[in-house]
């Protein structure tokens, strides 16, 4: 175990819960500078150790479970939690999210269409619309990955914080965390703060669905 296995798990499990590393230590009762990558080395420059203290309180404040922090230690991209149940295997539509946004994939209520996809096999889902996509870019790390398959359905219903797909009427697709949807606006938030926001008139974007299950 390295100090960065420890360090990326808490930066995921703040992301899992739609807050920076700050925002996690001041949910935790712990002062936000804690996990800021100042506090992750030493005056020396050596690396630190979060005390075992602020994990745990961490986990309680969030309700994850030390066999789920454990994963994320280990190197899985999100929480074992968001993945469906078992079940028998079910081949749905593959193509990268690079190329979503070109004509053909998609019809006008957004299910995918077309011959132009290939397939994946993965656990069961209940939309017979899904599919999947692979993450291409580095705009949902440490979340999702370059190359990790997300599994997107149209039909699951969609709220603040929700990770979603959206394709908008240029023709622009990208995956990101709705951050706010109004009557006028959707805002669109990127997980890496290296990448920008997005806000668009709610016209301007042709459909939004939900990220349901990602490869781990």
Same mark, same amino acid.
């Given at each position: 175990?390295?100090?960065?296995?420890?360090? /990326? %798990? +808490?930066?995921?499990? $703040?992301?899992?819960? *739609?807050? @920076?590393?700050?925002?996690?230590?001041?949910?935790?009762?712990?002062?936000?500078?804690?996990?800021?990558?100042?506090?992750?080395?030493?005056?020396?420059?050596?690396?630190?150790?979060?005390?075992?203290?602020?994990?745990?309180?961490?986990?309680?404040?969030?309700?994850?479970?030390?066999?789920?922090?454990?994963?994320?230690?280990?190197?899985? /991209? %999100? +929480?074992?939690?968001? $993945?469906?149940?078992? *079940?028998? @295997?079910?081949?749905?539509?593959?193509?990268?999210?690079?190329?979503?946004?070109?004509?053909?994939?998609?019809?006008?209520?957004?299910?995918?269409?077309?011959?132009?996809?290939?397939?994946?096999?993965?656990?069961?889902?209940?939309?017979?619309?899904?599919?999947?996509?692979?993450?291409?870019?580095?705009?949902?790390?440490?979340?999702?990955?370059?190359?990790?398959?997300?599994?997107?359905?149209?039909?699951?219903?969609?709220?603040?914080?929700?990770?979603?797909?959206?394709?908008?009427?240029?023709?622009?697709?990208?995956?990101?965390?709705?951050?706010?949807?109004?009557?006028?606006?959707?805002?669109?938030?990127?997980?890496?703060?290296?990448?920008?926001?997005?806000?668009?008139?709610?016209?301007?974007?042709?459909?939004?669905?939900?990220?349901?299950?990602?490869?781990?």
């Amino acid at each position: 175990m390295k100090h960065e296995d420890i360090w /990326r %798990a +808490l930066d995921t499990l $703040a992301a899992e819960n *739609g807050l @920076s590393a700050s925002g996690l230590a001041k949910r935790a009762g712990l002062d936000p500078t804690t996990f800021n990558p100042s506090k992750r080395r030493m005056p020396d420059g050596r690396a630190r150790w979060p005390s075992t203290e602020s994990i745990a309180k961490v986990l309680d404040a969030t309700g994850a479970t030390m066999e789920a922090f454990t994963t994320l230690v280990s190197g899985a /991209r %999100a +929480l074992a939690s968001t $993945a469906p149940p078992r *079940g028998a @295997s079910r081949r749905v539509p593959l193509i990268g999210l690079a190329q979503a946004g070109g004509d053909g994939f998609f019809d006008d209520g957004g299910y995918p269409v077309g011959g132009g996809w290939d397939e994946v096999s993965l656990p069961e889902i209940a939309d017979p619309n899904a599919y999947a996509l692979e993450i291409s870019g580095d705009s949902m790390e440490p979340v999702f990955r370059d190359g990790d398959l997300v599994i997107v359905s149209p039909a699951a219903p969609i709220r603040r914080g929700d990770r979603v797909v959206v394709r908008t009427a240029e023709g622009e697709v990208m995956a990101k965390q709705l951050a706010r949807r109004s009557a006028r606006r959707v805002e669109l938030k990127s997980l890496n703060p290296a990448h920008p926001d997005y806000s668009f008139d709610l016209a301007a974007v042709t459909w939004i669905h939900r990220i349901i299950w990602a490869s781990q």
